[in-house]
């Protein structure tokens, strides 16, 4: 049986489903398409010497964690994709919180020792609370550059932060390397929120942020950063109906920097995380390696179709540059 199969197998066994059963079909909707997070327990555990038992187990805390936060958020989105028009906001919300109770259960269940248990409680009921207080600035939508790095930092990283930590616990990791994984693994997170933000701003038909007034980090860079083309940008933006005013837009995105500000810091976040796992006493890195190359892969696709060569060595030396100029691709 492979992996998503047993993953599956155990969700649709949780106590939860037997007290709620409506719940099994979003579990059966999400099995589906499996969302990339849910196996990054898995590598982590493997990466730190953990079986396949102690991998699922770890992976279905996550998941369970995961799926509360997406209804969550896609009822404060009014995302249209979003369980709640299938099920209703009430249920949607009681499942979120339902979710919840089901992460803390397999930990609970598991067979890591009490002290284990309790730290690995402690982590995902610490990132519940950062989501959710992300989660608050996020629906006052950003503006600046300040508020929407601490929005990152509070809302996407705390879930990989954990899903890291969960893995390396579970696969039986010291509290020190598992807090050096959960570290790694909000890194990992600011990664994927970036590349999240790319992927909206630069896909067509336009993303949901166009037509809502959200900064995504391109959009913000193109109306915050002063550049020849921002005016026309910011009278763009009010009303992308039609295709020629989404590739109007999308161009002076390119042009100003925003998507060459985005990579870069999507990469200066990669060399990091090489730096950072080259440390750490795993006993096999390929795991970890591959769960960030994944992440990176498409913003090397994404560059190379803007006809940017991307160096043998890509080491970019600034941090949290700020959107005082622009940064460009290359």
Not at 122 to 144: L, V
Request: charged share 25%; aromatic share 8%; glycine share 8%.
């Amino acid at each position: 049986m492979k992996f998503e199969e047993r993953m599956f197998k155990f969700l649709t066994q949780l106590a939860v489903v037997a007290a709620i059963p409506d719940i099994g079909k979003i579990i059966e909707r999400a099995n589906q398409e499996m969302p990339p997070a849910w196996p990054l327990p898995k590598h982590v555990c493997a990466a730190v010497g953990g079986g396949e038992k102690e991998a699922i187990e770890a992976s279905i805390a996550i998941a369970c964690c995961q799926i509360s936060i997406i209804l969550i958020d896609d009822l404060l989105d009014e995302d249209p994709r979003g369980e709640h028009h299938r099920i209703g906001v009430g249920s949607a919300a009681n499942y979120a919180s339902a979710f919840q109770t089901a992460g803390i259960e397999v930990v609970l269940n598991s067979n890591m020792s009490e002290k284990t248990k309790l730290l690995a409680i402690h982590i995902i009921n610490s990132m519940m609370r950062d989501t959710a207080a992300g989660q608050e600035i996020d629906i006052q939508n950003p503006d600046n550059e300040e508020a929407y790095w601490q929005m990152v930092r509070a809302k996407s990283s705390p879930y990989f932060g954990a899903a890291f930590a969960v893995g390396a616990l579970f696969g039986g990791a010291s509290p020190e390397l598992a807090y050096q994984m959960k570290k790694l693994g909000e890194l990992h997170g600011e990664i994927v929120q970036i590349g999240d933000d790319l992927e909206d701003t630069m896909e067509s038909p336009a993303g949901p942020d166009w037509g809502n007034g959200r900064y995504t980090l391109p959009i913000l860079f193109a109306s915050i950063v002063e550049h020849p083309e921002r005016q026309l940008f910011l009278e763009i933006r009010k009303s992308v109906e039609t295709v020629a005013d989404l590739e109007a837009a999308q161009d002076i995105l390119i042009r100003c920097g925003a998507v060459g500000y985005c990579l870069d810091q999507i990469l200066w976040r990669y060399e990091q995380a090489k730096q950072m796992w080259s440390e750490f006493e795993l006993d096999d890195r390929s795991p970890v390696e591959a769960i960030f190359l994944e992440s990176v892969t498409p913003v090397w696709n994404l560059l190379g179709g803007l006809g940017e060569a991307l160096p043998e060595d890509f080491r970019p030396n600034y941090g949290d540059v700020t959107l005082d100029a622009p940064v460009t691709a290359g």
